[in-house]
């Protein structure tokens, strides 16, 4: 065994969800950066989010056998919501079929019940770090777990169905005071995969009906009693799914109509319109077109968002994550479509809610075997572009980059700094960007001024993130050199890198505490007030007209401080897609680990909490 002292917050130990999932800022137990592949480890957090010392004792899984890892606190903690146990690149060390139980739980010396068997998933659905739920509140198991964005063979537990198991292994009563906890559990399958190359694809013999339902959530996020009326989806037609509540309920941040297995059993390429939404018997005014998509992207269940202010319709969803082919709307763009159809007041005192809608080709899908290439973008080397300067503090304020679905160019909070509250409540913090227009090759600037982040350097004495966002397609024509970074007027030592998430767009990192190329930078004091970057672009058919020079800027200035900016995406992993999502989890998913999430690192998705 190895001890691991913690010395570092990591970013969100979340991909609880929402990817989708992404939102409250989460500090997870380890930097699992520093974990060695194959390294069980213990992710605690406590109750309020903030960082605590403690020492843990971590264990190498090196095939099947029984293992046992601790964590011992220097002062007693109250856990919070989300705690798991967690193999570093485990889907590719174990295997995508390996399965880890845990045989017992002890808190403070003493055995706790456990409250149900346990289950093995892929952390976030990401299939790189492998998960077991000890206590989180923000997921629940799934069926489509043994074939789903978990990756894993099996994780049906003994005489029953993975249904059976439970992501709150601990009492939530035996989380207070807590100053040891030793997890024991057993590995088995190590070594075993799903298929040839050691990720599981969807299972494909999945036997139907395909049954529509309505996944409605409470404002509190709390259960409710009400009956649900769903539709077997047996072809091309027109359907109704219903629900009636015993009392009347107000409708949360994430609503959906879902179609089980319905990327397995009707195909890629099919869509659902809805055509009217009925609330306490009377029709409510659709704010825009529907449009569909995969649940979390996972290729399993689809989905229609009725109200979800996580998520909006992205161009590549008509080839991307959520494998659909066509998604478009009559005489229109998805982009036109939204994802609150629902209007929000109408959310309010739903006794009754009735959706009817139409489904289209059914049977349709890519072309066997692969998935409908992603549209990239086409690059103009005689047009212009933007360039953006993009930030996270170690309190998760932030400004994402330009093209994040929930946060970017399009949002109405991408020209402020988004913040969070004692309570977790998006704010606006001070400071006026000033963005660029890149007209041909030539030097320019993008800067900050008049930021107050005061507080949010507690924990850290230096960004999470600082970033270069551009929407020049990443083709490999352009190229970004002889950056500068000043910090409130003092030059700061930088090795900036292209982001390993540059799959469409040219994004420069300068800082990102998440990959070991930028975590670490020249000093400057924080927090700071004003921040700019000076670089250079190449490659284009001309040069600006002021070559060498700054390039004409656009001005955004900041919204009102008073102006409080919509939540991001829903939990990935299915946090949201089960109806049991947090409000805590708007996450985000900025980050999860550091070889998947370089590219994370450049958005901070408040997602819905998730990990299957």
Not at 531 to 551: Q, R
Request: proline share 4%; hydrophobic share 40%; aromatic share 8%.
């Amino acid at each position: 065994m190895k001890k691991f002292k913690k010395l570092l917050v990591s970013a969100f130990a979340f991909a609880l969800a929402f990817s989708g999932l992404s939102a409250m800022p989460v500090q997870a137990g380890q930097d699992a950066s520093a974990l060695e592949e194959g390294t069980a480890y213990l992710n605690i957090n406590k109750s309020d989010w903030n960082d605590f010392s403690a020492e843990y004792e971590n264990v190498k899984i090196t095939g099947d056998g029984s293992y046992t890892v601790t964590m011992t606190a220097a002062e007693p903690v109250d856990m919070g919501e989300f705690n798991a146990l967690e193999v570093v690149n485990g889907e590719a060390v174990m295997g995508t079929g390996s399965v880890i139980t845990v045989d017992s739980i002890r808190i403070n010396g003493e055995d706790v019940a456990l409250q149900g068997p346990s289950y093995t998933c892929s952390a976030d659905g990401a299939g790189v770090n492998t998960r077991v739920n000890l206590y989180n509140e923000y997921n629940t198991p799934d069926e489509t777990a043994t074939a789903g964005d978990d990756k894993h063979i099996d994780h049906r537990v003994a005489e029953g169905s993975v249904m059976d198991a439970t992501a709150t292994l601990i009492d939530k009563e035996a989380r207070t005071g807590v100053s040891t906890l030793e997890v024991a559990f057993t590995v088995s399958g190590f070594g075993t995969a799903a298929a040839e190359g050691g990720t599981a694809a969807p299972a494909t013999d999945v036997e139907g009906p395909a049954v529509a339902h309505l996944s409605i959530n409470k404002s509190d996020w709390s259960a409710f009693e009400a009956e649900y009326v769903d539709a077997e989806i047996t072809g091309d037609g027109t359907y109704t799914v219903s629900m009636t509540a015993a009392e009347a309920v107000d409708m949360g941040e994430f609503n959906a109509l879902e179609v089980a297995n319905g990327e397995l059993l009707l195909g890629t390429a099919y869509t659902i319109t809805v055509d009217s939404i009925k609330i306490n018997g009377e029709e409510t005014a659709l704010q825009g077109p529907s449009y569909t998509c995969s649940a979390d992207g996972s290729g399993v269940n689809t989905r229609v968002n009725l109200y979800n202010e996580y998520n909006t319709p992205d161009e590549t969803a008509t080839a991307g994550d959520d494998k659909h082919i066509d998604h478009r709307v009559a005489e229109g763009s998805v982009m036109d479509a939204t994802a609150k159809l629902i209007a929000a007041e109408a959310r309010t005192g739903v006794t009754t809610l009735e959706v009817t809608f139409t489904v289209a080709g059914v049977g349709n899908a890519a072309a066997a075997g692969e998935e409908a290439a992603p549209e990239l973008p086409v690059l103009d080397l005689n047009g212009e572009y933007h360039a953006y300067l993009g930030l996270q503090t170690p309190a998760y304020s932030f400004r994402n980059a330009f093209d994040d679905a929930s946060y970017g160019r399009d949002s109405d909070v991408f020209n402020q700094i988004t913040g969070w509250d004692s309570a977790n409540n998006a704010i606006v913090k001070s400071g006026t960007f000033t963005d660029t227009v890149i007209a041909g090759n030539g030097t320019y600037t993008v800067s900050v001024d008049g930021m107050d982040l005061s507080g949010d350097f507690d924990s850290q004495e230096y960004f999470n993130l600082i970033f270069l966002s551009t929407d020049i397609p990443n083709t490999g024509e352009i190229t970004i050199s002889d950056m500068k970074l000043e910090v409130d007027g003092r030059d700061v030592a930088i090795a900036p890198i292209v982001s390993p998430d540059s799959v469409n767009y040219i994004n420069m990192l300068v800082q990102n505490i998440w990959n070991d190329d930028v975590k670490e930078i020249g000093y400057y004091q924080v927090p700071p007030t004003d921040m700019k970057i000076t670089f250079t672009v190449s490659g284009f058919a001309y040069d600006n007209a002021s070559a060498g020079a700054e390039a004409p800027k656009e001005e955004t200035p900041a919204a009102p401080s008073d102006a409080a900016p919509a939540p991001t995406e829903a939990p990935a992993d299915n946090a949201g897609s089960e109806g049991g999502m947090s409000p805590v989890v708007i996450v985000i998913i900025v980050v999860a680990v550091v070889a998947v999430i370089a590219a994370a690192a450049v958005v901070l998705t408040k997602k819905k909490k998730g990990g299957k």
